[in-house]
Nanobody
C-alpha cells in the first residue's frame, strides 16, 4: 500500500522559511515521481513542484521555482520542499503525492498523503 506522510508545516512570518518533508512507504520510491501541491481555502489544488528521484529530474509549476526548491533522499525515502521568502499568499495546506509520470498535475497523481498546514503571517 502506497503511503505518504507530509510534515514540517507551521506558522512562519513573512519572508521566513520552512522545510517540508514527505516520507514514502509501500512502493519503490525512486520509480515514482513525488510532488508537492497546495490548496488554500476556496481555491483549487495547485502544483508546486515534483521530482523523479531516480534521475533527479525536477519540474516546477509556473513561477514556483526560485522560492521553492524540491529535493529527495532516496536512502530515507523522503522528498523535501524548501520554501523561502514566504508570503502571506503561500498560506495553504500542502500535500505530497505520487505518480508514475512526471507531469506534476493534480489529476495525474495516483496517491496522496494527508496535508500539512503552512500559515504565513504578514
Amino acid at each position: 500500500e502506497v503511503q505518504l506522510q507530509a510534515s514540517g508545516g507551521g506558522l512562519v512570518q513573512a519572508a521566513g522559511s520552512l522545510r517540508l518533508s514527505c516520507t514514502a512507504s509501500g512502493f519503490t520510491f525512486d520509480t515514482y515521481a513525488i510532488g508537492w501541491f497546495r490548496q488554500a481555502p476556496g481555491t483549487e489544488r495547485e502544483g508546486v513542484s515534483c521530482i523523479m528521484s531516480r534521475d533527479g529530474v525536477t519540474k516546477y509549476v509556473d513561477f514556483m521555482e526560485g522560492r521553492f526548491t524540491i529535493s529527495s533522499d532516496i536512502a530515507k525515502n523522503t522528498v523535501y520542499l524548501q520554501s523561502d521568502s514566504l508570503k502571506a499568499e503561500d498560506t495553504a495546506v500542502y500535500y505530497c503525492a505520487a505518480s508514475r509520470r512526471l507531469l506534476c498535475l493534480p489529476g495525474t497523481m495516483t496517491s496522496w498523503g494527508k496535508g500539512t498546514q503552512v500559515t504565513v503571517s504578514s
